[in-house]
Every structure is written in structure tokens, then in C-alpha cells.
């Protein structure tokens, strides 16, 4: 059992393990749920040093040549909340300070170790520490702030002002491939459905099903600039919006205190935020929905 990265590791050992242990001996990998290896998009993830990385637009990246898919026998995907809380435990009760494709392999080595039976052996690689990691999966702000942490539900929470589960309704969000006018159709449709004036905007292929993650709020359009620059003659509906975008909008996680997040300043003046969930963009929230579940 291995983390794919680049592939070196679990093709060579694994080729070399099935050489001299035959018929036996399985070669699993464990990958990020949104890397190729596993069947992913090749979307942004939060675990560092595993899985292949592209976006889904950009011209397909070949695997490198070291990773020998024959040798592989299974890969299983790990979330990458799954793999963090790995780590942290194991830090916590068996004093080892791991990285977090080290949290993926062990993840996944534990889902193995119990569908195996009683004579199985389950060997599992760890392959990097978490020294560099201790600003990160080790630092409750940072995995707060992305939405990896949950948070102490006895106080008002982010989660209480704006609907984060997997029943939310769709994120409001515009793709930078939008036309101005696609864009300021969506923006009066939510004004006119509730949603705030501005929206996130980035690479994320829209849809559905889709929610961008938080490389993927790359900047925003706010309605009031866009039909602003319409009038002054500045934009045209047929311009795409990528030469429109303003700043990203700042964001929360859903764990972090209500009264917190509405004692930060409001960036450049404006009123809404982005709420993750395990690094994933679930909703849109303002200073007033902060302040009704704080009074």
C-alpha cells in the first residue's frame, strides 16, 4: 500500500514485491479523490506531494513515465478531510508527526486492513514527515479557515447563518469564460431570488454537481460595476467577463465562529463572503445573516 505521487515508488517496489512474491502479493494505491490516478478530474486538492494534478479544461497532461499502471492492482481514493484527521491522530496517539500522503496511504491501508481477513498482511508506506506540514494539517486556524474543521457547536457558528451540507442549493458562481451579458443575466436573477450583487468568479466548469474549491474563487463580479461599465461604454454583453473580474472574495469556513468572522473588517467594502466546506465553496454569506445568529 502507497501513496501516487509520481509513480516511482509504487511501481517499483510493487513490481519487485510481485517478482518474488508471486501471485500473493497486491499492489494498492491510495490517491486524492480528484486526482487522475484515482479517476478525478484532476481538480484542485489540498494533499500535497500525492495524486496528478491538471484542470479539467487545459490539455490532458501525460502520467509520468515512472508510474507503471500494470503493476498497480486497485487504487482507492481518500478525501482529503479523511486523510488530515488520519495524521492528527496519529500524531495524537502514536506520536508520529506525518505529512499528508502519508495520511492518504494510511487511510486507505486501514479500509484494506479491515475488509482483509485474519491472515492478511497489510504493509503500508508513509513517506514523508510533518515538519513542513505543521502550518497547515497541524494548525487548527489554517484548517479552520478552509473548512476542515468543525468547530465548537455550542457557539454560533459560520454553518448557522448560510446552508453548508451536501442539500445546499448551488454556489453562485461565474465561469471567467462567461460574456458580460451571461453574467449580468445571473447576477439580476439572483438579486432578484435573494443572492447578493456580487459573485465568485474562476475556472471551475460549471454545473450542478460542481463546486469550485478554494484555488478556484480566482476573482469576483459584482453587478453594480458591471452594469456600470455597460452604460459608460466600457463593456460590451459579448465581452467575456476575464477582463471584468475584481478582487476574490474573501472567505470563511463553515467551523469558524459566527462572532469571528463579523469582527473581521469587511474586505474592500464589500459585504460577502464565501463559505467553504472541506476546501469547497457551499455558499454565499453576508454581515447581516453573521449578525442574526450572533444576537
Known amino acids: 500500500m ?9 511501481s517499483g517496489a510493487g513490481r519487485y514485491l510481485k517478482e518474488v512474491g508471486g501471485g500473493a502479493v497486491q499492489v494498492i494505491g491510495a490517491d486524492p479523490t480528484s486526482s487522475v490516478y484515482s479517476g478525478g478530474d484532476g481538480r484542485p486538492y489540498f494533499i500535497e506531494a500525492a ?27 481518500v478525501e482529503d478531510r479523511e ?8 500524531a495524537r496517539e502514536q506520536g508520529l508527526l506525518v505529512g499528508g500522503s502519508s495520511g492518504t496511504a494510511l487511510s486507505a491501508a486501514l479500509r484494506v486492513g479491515a475488509e482483509a481477513g485474519p491472515e492478511a498482511v497489510v504493509v503500508v508506506v508513509l513517506p514523508d514527515s510533518g ?19 468543525d468547530g465548537d457547536a455550542t457557539h454560533a457558528r459560520v454553518a448557522d447563518a448560510a446552508p453548508t451540507d451536501e442539500h445546499a442549493p448551488p454556489l453562485p458562481y461565474l465561469h471567467t469564460r462567461s460574456t458580460v451579458g451571461d453574467a449580468l443575466a445571473s447576477l439580476r436573477a439572483g438579486r432578484d ?10 475556472p471551475c466548469p460549471v454545473g450542478p454537481r460542481r463546486r469550485p474549491t478554494a484555488p478556484e474563487l480566482t476573482g469576483s ?6 452594469e456600470t461599465a455597460v452604460r459608460d461604454g466600457k463593456a460590451a454583453p459579448a465581452d467575456p467577463i476575464a477582463g471584468r473580474l475584481g478582487a476574490p472574495l474573501p472567505h470563511f469556513g463553515y467551523g469558524e465562529p ?27 454569506i453576508d454581515r447581516a445573516a453573521l449578525r442574526a445568529v450572533t444576537e
Open 83 to 90: 486523510a488530515i484527521t488520519t495524521i492528527r491522530r496519529l
Open 131 to 149: 515538519r513542513q506540514y505543521l502550518s497547515k494539517y497541524f494548525d487548527d486556524t489554517w484548517l479552520l479557515r478552509l473548512g476542515f474543521l
Open 2 to 10: 502507497s501513496c501516487v505521487g509520481t509513480g516511482g515508488t509504487i
Open 51 to 77: 495524486g496528478h494534478f491538471r484542470h479539467a479544461e487545459t490539455v490532458e497532461d501525460p502520467w509520468p513515465q515512472s508510474y507503471h499502471q500494470d503493476v498497480v492492482d486497485r487504487i482507492l481514493p
Open 258 to 284: 459566527a462572532a469571528a468572522a463579523l469582527a473581521e473588517p469587511a474586505e474592500r467594502g464589500l459585504d460577502t463572503a464565501v463559505v467553504l466546506r472541506d476546501g469547497y465553496a457551499m455558499a454565499l
Open 193 to 202: 431570488g435573494g443572492a447578493p450583487p456580487v459573485f465568485p468568479a474562476g
Open 221 to 226: 463580479v459584482s453587478l453594480e460595476e458591471l
